[in-house]
């Protein structure tokens, strides 16, 4: 009896070691507040204005980021000075479509809540009327739902990006021609033409960055209103590919994967460990990439530490 009693005691010590050891992961509540903003963007690296229609004053919103299981608590504000009603369109969000997602004239609000029961990178719009518009003039972002714990099919990577791509309509007012898919210029990431990509236009100043070897991870989001994305890392294999960004929805070794429009994944890729490379991350949709839809990868050992970490998985 002695025996068995310390056996017991001593399994239970095992067991509370052992839980002790693993992370716990609890739910939280997000609170995240955005104002719905008629101004002018600078749309290219030459100093270029349009008249958007934004989140927050910018071109994409801001990355909402939460972990699987949490509480968004969200609210827009439009402004009385606004011209129209907006609204906001979480892709994240399993709500009512005529409740949550309603539109909210100039000087008022909204406000409600979601649980982010599925992880993965999902696309945010506005759905005003008319939807085509208000996407096209800049209402969009990404809202990234973390899984609970990182694992072998989804490693913790080192570094991360989001990339949104979007069509650019000069004549903001033509929403007539936007449903048409007539009158588009140029393909933008992240809300510039050639955002990061020096080499077909010289005035740009950023590219995204990773030491060679490292695991980065992008997020990317199709925003365009009528074009599919066919994604493609020049100089290089997408190591994974997660569909939705879900950790269960996973692909290994592919060259280029199509992302339909509104739709979004997660893609890992890899570089040489034993010397410096450089990818070009295209639209292989050619009237797109050479439009503006080509983003610089240098993987070099100076790369910048702070690139692709924290808040800087948003270059502005």
């Not at 919103?61 to 699987?68: D, L």
């Not at 008319?130 to 694992?151: E, L």
């Not at 060679?212 to 599919?228: D, H, K, L, Q, S």
């Not at 994974?240 to 994944?265: E, F, H, I």
């Amino acid at each position: 009896m002695k025996l068995f009693k310390t056996g017991i005691l001593s399994c239970a010590a095992v067991a509370m070691i052992a839980c002790s050891a693993v992370p716990a992961v609890f739910a939280k509540t997000v609170k995240v507040t955005m104002k719905a903003m008629e101004n002018d963007v600078v749309i290219d690296n030459k100093g270029t204005k349009y008249p958007a229609w934004t989140y927050d004053g910018a071109i994409p919103g801001r990355v909402v980021r939460v972990t699987e299981g949490d509480i968004v608590d969200f609210t827009l504000n439009n402004p009385k000075t606004n011209k129209n009603s907006h609204s906001i369109d979480f892709h994240a969000a399993e709500v009512d479509v005529l409740n949550e997602f309603a539109a909210v004239k100039p000087g008022e609000s909204k406000h409600f809540i979601f649980k982010a029961r599925r992880a993965g990178v999902y696309m945010y719009h506005c759905g005003a009327n008319p939807m085509v518009q208000h996407i096209a003039r800049g209402m969009y972002g990404t809202i990234i739902v973390d899984p609970k714990r990182y694992s072998k099919a989804y490693p913790k990577p080192d570094r991360e990006y989001v990339l949104i791509q979007s069509q650019y309509f000069p004549d903001a007012e033509n929403y007539a021609a936007m449903l048409e898919n007539k009158g588009w210029t140029n393909a933008l990431i992240n809300g510039k033409i050639f955002n990061y990509d020096p080499v077909h236009d010289p005035n740009a100043t950023k590219v995204l960055m990773a030491k060679p070897g490292e695991r980065v991870r992008i997020f990317f989001i199709n925003a365009n209103v009528n074009m599919p994305v066919a994604f493609h890392p020049i100089a290089g294999i997408w190591d994974r590919v997660y569909v939705n960004g879900s950790p269960k929805n996973v692909l290994y070794d592919v060259q280029t994967y199509g992302v339909p429009v509104a739709g979004a994944s997660t893609f890992d890729i890899v570089s040489p460990a034993d010397h410096a490379t450089n990818n070009a991350i295209v639209d292989h949709t050619m009237s797109a990439a050479l439009r503006g839809a080509i983003t610089v990868l240098m993987n070099r050992p100076d790369a910048d530490p702070k690139l692709g970490k924290g808040d800087n998985i948003l270059l502005r």
